[in-house]
């Protein structure tokens, strides 16, 4: 056991790595040429990053020790119940508490709330934990009753974007960035362990394909909860955040990691005694699991809180108060495009894609489609701080082509392209490039508030034109290969 640990830590050491260092590099030479950092926060900053790729690394190897292993065996266990009640109350739950863990919209909350100083990060995560719950539930009865994807994403978003068009236009890019930031490590291996596990009630042939798409269904109950929010809930005025010192900082975050796993190690030790029974060797190393994820996450919102989000603010307001602020839509490319072809996340995903299109849609081809989509997603958002235009000039667009596309899309590349809708708004994407547009937005003038959120759900977007153009693609050149033969 303890080898195979080691094994996955090594593996998620590499990944972290390759993930971390290119951006890590790139604000080092942007610091030392073009746009200065503040004196002695450079050092910082390449002091914490090592802190962050432990911390990263930790918490991933946890993830794949305990975290994921826990909801392929509670899956399991609740469709070995065959009771539909217990399975939709057991997802629920398991969709909130699962999503209060979820360090993406831990950062993206602590931003919301610095930024913003009206919306509380509190309210602001709990009301998307509900919506996730909600929707996962939903994307559950959906398999049992057979009823279309494509229908539930039709309706869905139709809802979404007419709620967003009734509450204030502060809550709807953070609505929006709200759906990226839940489908992280945490949530993801949960929510596609319970869709396996439900999908084996039925055991027809179509079982295993409607396995796909919980994540893309689970992604629009956080919107629709934060457009609720911002349709009934009063605004009030929140003092800024106040600087502390680092033991105070440090402490703080420790209560908060450990208020928000404690709930999900409370899941798993209820079913562990009521129906799943796991020897004492699996339990261990579940536990194990749990301590890595624990320590890891420690040390990886301090990093972020202490350096990584104040240096991503730096570098953008250095951009924005010079000359050369419109560089930074090159910059927001090449950023993106770094993150995109550095997440482990979108490897797998390529590899899947490969897969279920029997080879035809080659994994570097979706690699340098997706890299390339996002990088212009982000260069996009910067270019909206620099000109101050609306987000619903890029949501309506792209959503509406996402949609659009459904028509002439396989159903199972559909279901996959929602799916990777989170993917690519990793833990990077929340920290540092969000960080960057505040930045920016601040040195141009600008309102943070208004002009920066939205870099996030731009991202979460991407793969789903990108996915679903190479699926058409796919079934348009399967068709011409039908025809020859």
């Not at 080691?6 to 971390?20: G, P, Y």
């Not at 975050?253 to 020897?279: C, D, R, W």
């Not at 489609?369 to 000109?387: E, K, P, T, W």
């Amino acid at each position: 056991m303890l080898v195979s640990v080691k094994m996955f830590f090594l593996v998620k050491l590499r990944e972290t790595a390759l993930a971390v260092l290119p951006i890590v590099l790139l604000v080092a030479i942007l610091s030392l040429t073009v746009a200065p950092l503040p004196k002695g926060l450079l050092v910082v900053f390449l002091r914490d990053s090592l802190l962050l790729i432990a911390g990263l690394t930790l918490f991933l190897t946890g993830a794949e020790v305990g975290i994921m292993p826990s909801g392929s065996y509670i899956g399991s266990a609740l469709t070995r119940t065959r009771k539909l009640p217990v399975i939709l109350v057991s997802g629920f739950i398991i969709g909130f508490i699962i999503t209060i863990a979820e360090p993406a919209l831990m950062i993206l909350g602590i931003q919301v709330e610095d930024i913003t100083g009206s919306i509380r990060s509190g309210p602001l995560v709990a009301a998307v934990a509900l919506g996730t719950g909600v929707f996962v539930t939903l994307a559950m009865a959906r398999t049992v009753f057979q009823i279309p994807l494509k229908l539930v994403f039709l309706v869905g978003y139709v809802v979404v974007f007419f709620l967003a068009s009734q509450t204030i236009p502060l809550f709807v890019a953070i609505a929006f960035d709200s759906g990226g930031a839940t489908t992280g490590p945490m949530t993801v291996p949960f929510i596609i362990a319970l869709g396996l596990g439900i999908a084996g009630v039925r055991s027809d042939k179509n079982a295993e394909e409607d396995s796909f798409g919980y994540i893309g269904v689970a992604s629009i109950g956080p919107i629709m909860a934060v457009c609720f929010l911002g349709l009934f809930v009063q605004q009030t005025a929140v003092a800024p955040v106040q600087e502390s010192d680092t033991v105070v900082r440090l402490g703080t975050i420790i209560k908060n990691v450990a208020t928000a796993l404690t709930p999900l190690g409370a899941v798993v030790f209820f079913f562990q005694i009521t129906i799943m029974h796991l020897p004492p060797r699996q339990v261990r190393r579940i536990a194990i699991g749990f301590i890595y994820t624990f320590v890891g996450l420690v040390l990886f919102f301090y990093s972020t809180e202490h350096s990584f989000i104040s240096a991503g603010k730096a570098l953008g307001f250095a951009f924005g108060t010079s000359s050369i602020a419109f560089y930074l839509i090159p910059l927001g490319f090449l950023v993106g495009a770094i993150v995109t072809c550095a997440e482990p996340a979108i490897w797998l995903l390529a590899e899947q894609v490969e897969e279920v299109s029997a080879g035809n849609v080659r994994r570097h081809i979706l690699l340098v489609a997706l890299a390339s989509g996002v990088g212009f997603a982000v260069a996009l958002a910067m270019a909206r701080v620099i000109f101050g235009f609306s987000i619903w000039y890029l949501l309506i667009p792209f959503y509406a082509l996402s949609l659009a596309l459904m028509a002439v899309c396989p159903k199972l590349f559909t279901a996959i392209a929602f799916d990777s809708g989170g993917v690519a708004s990793g833990p990077l994407s929340s920290t540092f490039i969000l960080a960057l547009t505040l930045g920016a937005s601040a040195g141009l003038g600008g309102n943070p508030a208004m002009d920066a959120f939205g870099l996030i759900a731009m991202i979460a977007v991407t793969p789903i034109v990108s996915i679903q153009l190479l699926g058409w693609i796919y079934a348009h050149s399967a068709k011409r290969k039908e025809e020859q033969q």
